[in-house]
C-alpha cells in the first residue's frame, strides 16, 4: 500500500510539471496527415471496385476516429486524376469514394504527384501516403533510363516516372503501398510486387482476394496509429520519459511480483 501511495504522489506532480512543460509539444505530436491513393482503373470495374470502395471507407473513418487531430485526403486515379481536398468529415469522404467513376489506363505517376502536393501543404507531425494499385503504370509521364527497363516491364518508362515520384514523396512522408493483384499472374505479377516494394518507405501489402482487403487496410491503420504514437513519446522532454519509464516499472513490478 505504501508503494502505491508512493506512485499516486509522483503521478500527481508529474502531471503538474508535465502540464506545464510537456502538454505543449505531446499536443502538437499528436496529428496525423493521410493522403490515400486509389486505383479506379478499368481493371477495377465491378466487384474489385465494390470491395474496394466499402475497404477504403471504413479506412477513411478509422483515421479520423482515432486519438488526435486526423485528416485525410483523396487522390483517385485511373487515366486522369481527381481527388478531395484534406478533411475530417467522414460522410465527404465517403461521398467521394462512393460517387466516383473510373476506367481506362493507370496514371500512377500522376496520382503520386498529386499526393505530394498535398503532403507538401501539411503541417501534421505525422505524414501519411498509402498508394494503393491493381496494376502497374501505363499512362501519364515516363522516363527512358532508370531503375526498370525493357527487360523487366513493357512500359517500363512509366514505371520509372513512378517509381521516381515515390522516391521524392518519401522523403517528405510515410509511404505506405498496397498491391490488390486479383487480375496479375506471372511475370506482370512478379514485377507489380517488386514496384510497390521499390517505392515503400514503410510497409508494403498484398492481397489477391477482394475479401482480404479489409484486412489489409486495417493492418496499415494500425501502423500508421503507432506513428502517432511515437510522435506523441518522441516530444516529451527526455526527462518526462525517464519518469515516464520508472513509473511504469514501478506499477508493473506491484502488480506482476
Keep these: 500500500m505504501h508503494m502505491k501511495k508512493l506512485l499516486s504522489v509522483l503521478l500527481a506532480a508529474l502531471f503538474l510539471v508535465g502540464a506545464g512543460v510537456g502538454a505543449v509539444s505531446a499536443n502538437a505530436a499528436d496529428s496525423s496527415d493521410t493522403v490515400l491513393v486509389l486505383d479506379y482503373s478499368g481493371s477495377m470495374s465491378g466487384t474489385p471496385l465494390n470491395y474496394l470502395k466499402e475497404a477504403a471507407g471504413i479506412f477513411c473513418e478509422g ?55 498535398y503532403i507538401g501543404t501539411s503541417t501534421a507531425s505525422v505524414k501519411n501516403v498509402l498508394l494503393m494499385t491493381d496494376g502497374m503504370p501505363n499512362e501519364g509521364e515516363y ?50 510486387r517488386r514496384l510497390l516494394k521499390d517505392m515503400e518507405s514503410d510497409g508494403y501489402w498484398e492481397v489477391i482476394d477482394p475479401d482480404d482487403l479489409q484486412g489489409a487496410f486495417n493492418d496499415i491503420l494500425q501502423e500508421m496509429q503507432n506513428e502517432v504514437t511515437e510522435a506523441w513519446w518522441e516530444a516529451l522532454p527526455g526527462w518526462l520519459q525517464w519518469i515516464l519509464r520508472y513509473l511504469l516499472g514501478g506499477w508493473l513490478w506491484m502488480n506482476w511480483f
Design 63 to 117: 483515421v479520423v476516429s482515432g486519438p488526435g487531430t486526423n485528416r485525410v485526403a483523396i487522390v483517385i486515379y485511373d487515366s486522369r486524376v481527381v481527388s478531395l481536398d484534406f478533411t475530417s468529415d467522414y460522410n465527404a469522404m465517403r461521398k467521394f469514394i462512393d460517387e466516383t467513376y473510373g476506367g481506362g489506363g493507370t496514371n500512377m505517376t500522376a496520382a503520386l504527384k498529386k499526393a505530394g502536393d
Design 143 to 192: 522516363v527512358a533510363s532508370g531503375r526498370y527497363t525493357s527487360a523487366d516491364y513493357s512500359y517500363y518508362a512509366y514505371a520509372n516516372a513512378s517509381y521516381n515520384a515515390a522516391v521524392e514523396l518519401r522523403g517528405n512522408c510515410n509511404l505506405y503501398t498496397l498491391g490488390f493483384f486479383h487480375s496479375l499472374y506471372s511475370g506482370d505479377l512478379e514485377f507489380a
